[in-house]
């Protein structure tokens, strides 16, 4: 199928659906097959100069498009299906962007066949670097999987998951660049801590981030064998490791990685 062969309509755009538009320029997708919709006329002409794209009301792009992409917040996709869902014709593909809420959420709104695609990307899509899982719903079929990959292949990686697997995948994709920036930010003030200059720590630790996650992809060693690399016996890495140990870090991730995937689950529970 040719890149851009439907028209696309991003339902809500912000930051999510900002990122998906913007990715689907770069990658080739012709502007005249991109729709947007906002909820504040500012917003949709900031969207509409800086892309050229044509931002429409909801009911206008349910008509129009072929691809649903609803980037809504949770709470909000209620109000927005009780708007367009009895007006979505059934041979439309909804792919849904929104944490924590299932197909099953949009199949109870939605007319009876409607194939729903739920997916879970994150914010390196604005470097083409995200990290996308894709699941089908119900009435999804392998070609609709292939039309969501297609979308979302240019922003990054995609896999398939199963649904019942898209909690975690929030709890680690969807919420997990917040985590490496967190542990970024405290290895710097660690640097500042050791007397660096605060742009000296940051371009240090910056690009021992990006080396090492470069690393981790292409060398195919488990992260255990590349760190065994830099722990010699007795040397300064196995100290640090001590105290990390010592405070319980591994325990916390395991801990901040149940938590998100829980509230995935709080937030899915509180939409129905
Ligand atoms: N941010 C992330 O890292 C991330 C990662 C993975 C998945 N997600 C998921 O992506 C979705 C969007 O998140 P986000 O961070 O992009 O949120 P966001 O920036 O708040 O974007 C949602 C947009 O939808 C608009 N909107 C709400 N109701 C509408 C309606 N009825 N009609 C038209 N537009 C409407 C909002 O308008 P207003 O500006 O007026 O509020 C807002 O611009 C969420 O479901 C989230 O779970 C986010």
Redesign the pocket.
């Known amino acids: 199928m040719a890149p851009g062969a439907h028209t696309v309509a991003v ?9 998906m538009l913007s990715g689907l320029l770069r990658a080739g997708w012709p502007a005249g097959r991109l729709l947007a ?4 006329q500012t ?1 949709a002409e900031e969207l509409a100069t800086r892309y050229g794209i044509r931002v429409v009301d ?1 009911l206008s792009a349910v008509a129009e498009a072929d691809v649903l992409a ?5 709470q ?2 209620g ?2 299906l009780d ?1 367009i869902g009895p007006k979505v014709p059934a041979d439309k593909l909804v792919i ?6 299932p197909t099953s959420f949009f199949g109870r709104r939605l007319p009876e066949g409607t194939p729903v695609v739920r997916v ?4 390196p899509a604005l470097v083409d670097q995200a990290m996308t899982a894709i699941s089908a719903g119900p009435y999804a079929t392998g070609a609709h999987l292939s039309l969501a990959e297609e979308m979302f292949t240019p922003l990054g990686s995609t896999i398939r998951v199963p649904e019942s697997q898209q909690d975690a995948v ?1 709890a680690l994709s ?2 997990g ?2 985590y490496f920036y967190l542990l970024v930010e405290a290895m710097i003030d660690a640097g500042i801590l050791l007397g660096l200059p605060r742009q000296v720590a940051h371009d240090l630790i910056v690009q021992t981030a990006i080396g090492s996650a470069v690393m981790l992809r292409d060398s195919g060693e488990h992260p255990v064998k590349l760190r065994e690399a830099v722990t010699s016996p007795a040397g300064t890495t196995i100290s640090a490791i001590r105290e990390l140990e010592k405070h319980g870090v591994r325990a916390a991730l395991l801990a901040a990685l149940e938590a998100a995937r829980d509230r995935a689950r709080e ?1 899915a529970a509180q939409s129905d």
């Open positions: 339902i809500g755009t912000g930051k999510i659906g900002e990122l919709t906002t909820r504040r917003r909801n609803i980037s809504v917040k949770p909000d996709a109000a927005l708007e849904s962007l929104c944490a924590g809420l879970m990307t994150n914010t929030t969807g919420s660049p917040a937030i």
